[in-house]
């Protein structure tokens, strides 16, 4: 791996590429920080989920998050116009156009965790299974933290699809993937191209985000993290993964926006002394919308699993705030539920 590193002030010169040093990624720009072992640290992941108010009884979260059981029907083919979407839960989502399906950070397990006996659970369940799912072509990961990537999630994928399911990875996680069974797997540094097929008209990119990534006690940053613009030859739609606020995504926007569609994390952001560089809050999501030049974006990264301090439904209603303080139209940047089936985008929706 090379040693590149790039300066905030020249975000129009050059792209910005990750630094590399002693085989570990880091962040180019100023608005990282790396979180250090502190006593504050400690406090945090001790009161996780202190503020959140969670209902315990599911009848009560029912109301304020339902999970829709999808008719898979829709998916048998791609829609004419627009891009089809359904939110599995988290940063998971199931996504159709221009004749392509496929996942994003897929995590059917009720634990973010090493194991399922321990670690965060979900509080709202998937609205299906993996052998529910209809045919998938593709799947992006984001980076490699569990509430991401999901062991038990990829082998069964694998064990249904097997080679015929193409496995899009940030670099550094290929070998990872292989180990898992998995052996149709494209991994692509940030601004690598790569074209899904001669007949698909697809091309998928790697392209930057702030974050970082760790799966065992001394792997830290040995893998990089990205966001993923899929560009189809009518629509184009833009995964952000994991991210805090910074300067690459009007970058992204220039070299590859406009999209029809993108998912945009909204929660886990509190408290803001720890959390600001690697999650965005809902204010700064509206501002990747826009940066990035989204015609459409869906908030994602909340109301799943219990990650931090904000109450269980603020970014929701932080949202719908910041969406109106800032100029957007009305269902410019939206949430949907749980299971929820929708097309975005399409033509008589511009028109």
């Known amino acids: 791996m090379a040693d590149h590193s790039q300066s905030d002030e020249n975000t129009t010169d050059a792209l910005f590429t990750p630094?590399?040093?002693?085989?570990?990624?880091?962040?180019?720009?100023?608005?990282?920080?790396?979180?250090?072992?502190?006593?504050?640290?400690?406090?945090?992941?001790?009161?996780?989920?202190?503020e959140a108010n969670v209902p315990k009884r599911a009848a009560d979260l029912d109301k304020t998050l339902p999970?829709?059981?999808?008719?898979?029907?829709?998916?048998?083919?791609?829609?004419?116009?627009?891009?089809?979407?359904?939110?599995?839960?988290?940063?998971?989502?199931?996504?159709?156009?221009?004749?392509?399906?496929?996942?994003?950070?897929p995590v059917f397990s009720d634990r973010c965790a090493p194991v399922q006996f321990a670690g965060p659970k979900r509080y709202r369940p998937?609205?299906?299974?993996?052998?529910?799912l209809p045919k998938i072509d593709c799947v992006f990961i984001s980076h490699n933290h569990y509430d991401h990537l999901d062991y038990y999630s990829v082998v069964q994928l694998n064990r249904r699809?097997?080679?015929?399911?193409?496995?899009?990875?940030?670099?550094?996680?290929?070998?990872?993937?292989?180990?898992?069974?998995?052996?149709?797997?494209?991994e692509l540094s940030w601004w690598n191209e790569h074209i899904h097929s001669s007949d698909s008209g697809f091309k998928m990119v790697s392209t930057p985000c702030q974050h970082w990534s760790k799966r065992t006690l001394r792997d830290d940053n040995m893998a990089l993290w990205s966001s993923w613009?899929?560009?189809?030859?009518?629509?184009?739609?833009?995964?952000?993964?994991?991210?805090?606020?910074?300067?690459?995504?009007?970058?992204?926007?220039?070299?590859?926006?406009?999209?029809?569609?993108?998912?945009?994390?909204?929660?886990?952001?509190?408290?803001?002394?720890?959390?600001?560089?690697?999650?965005?809050?809902p204010g700064e999501a509206v501002m990747i919308h826009r940066e990035i030049k989204?015609?459409?974006?869906?908030?994602?990264?909340?109301?799943?699993?219990?990650?931090?301090?904000?109450?269980?439904?603020?970014?929701?209603?932080?949202?719908?705030?910041?969406?109106?303080?800032?100029?957007?139209?009305?269902?410019?940047?939206?949430?949907?539920?749980h299971g929820e089936v929708k097309i975005f985008g399409a033509q008589s929706e511009n028109s």
């Open 161 to 186: 699809f097997g080679d015929d399911l193409r496995w899009y990875v940030p670099q550094g996680m290929k070998k990872w993937m292989n180990d898992q069974g998995c052996k149709n797997v494209v």
């Open 126 to 132: 998937p609205p299906c299974t993996i052998e529910e």
């Open 19 to 50: 630094c590399v040093k002693n085989g570990r990624y880091n962040n180019p720009w100023k608005t990282w920080s790396k979180p250090q072992f502190s006593l504050g640290i400690l406090k945090f992941f001790f009161g996780i989920g202190s």
């Open 67 to 105: 999970v829709i059981k999808p008719d898979f029907a829709q998916f048998a083919t791609s829609p004419a116009s627009g891009i089809r979407h359904m939110w599995i839960g988290h940063a998971s989502s199931l996504v159709q156009f221009d004749g392509l399906t496929f996942l994003t950070d």
């Open 294 to 337: 989204a015609q459409k974006s869906i908030g994602i990264h909340w109301g799943t699993f219990t990650l931090s301090f904000e109450h269980y439904l603020e970014p929701r209603e932080k949202l719908a705030e910041e969406a109106q303080k800032q100029g957007l139209k009305k269902d410019e940047f939206v949430t949907v539920a």
């Open 229 to 281: 613009c899929v560009l189809g030859p009518k629509h184009r739609f833009y995964f952000s993964g994991d991210t805090g606020y910074c300067a690459t995504f009007s970058q992204i926007g220039q070299k590859y926006g406009p999209f029809t569609l993108a998912t945009i994390p909204i929660g886990a952001y509190n408290p803001r002394w720890f959390l600001k560089p690697q999650h965005v809050d």
